[in-house]
């Protein structure tokens, strides 16, 4: 499937659903990333953990940045609905 069909049927069976999905402004996103980090903090400190846990949610938290992706979308296309539905 090319990438702009993929992304429109992304849009109009999803992300424009305002009942399931709230749209964040980028100092939104980043507040939010920010409170999570602290709360991982929190958590890492107050927890003890096996070293293969700790390294784990540390790395994964440290590979978030501003100008990195924090998350990824998959469509699984239903072939079988007429009109194509994701």
């Known amino acids: 499937m090319e990438q702009e069909k993929y992304l429109n049927l992304a849009w109009r069976d999803h992300l424009s659903d305002n ?13 939010r990333i920010k409170f999570i980090r602290g709360t991982i903090t929190q958590f890492l400190e107050l ?10 949610i540390e790395r ?8 990195n992706t924090t998350s990824f979308m998959y469509l699984l296309a239903k072939i079988h609905k007429a009109p194509l539905k994701t």
């Open 19 to 31: 009942n399931t999905y709230q749209r964040l402004y980028h100092d939104q996103a980043l507040t």
């Open 60 to 67: 994964s938290t440290d590979s978030v940045t501003d100008g």
């Open 47 to 56: 927890f003890t953990l096996g070293h293969g846990d700790k390294s784990y």
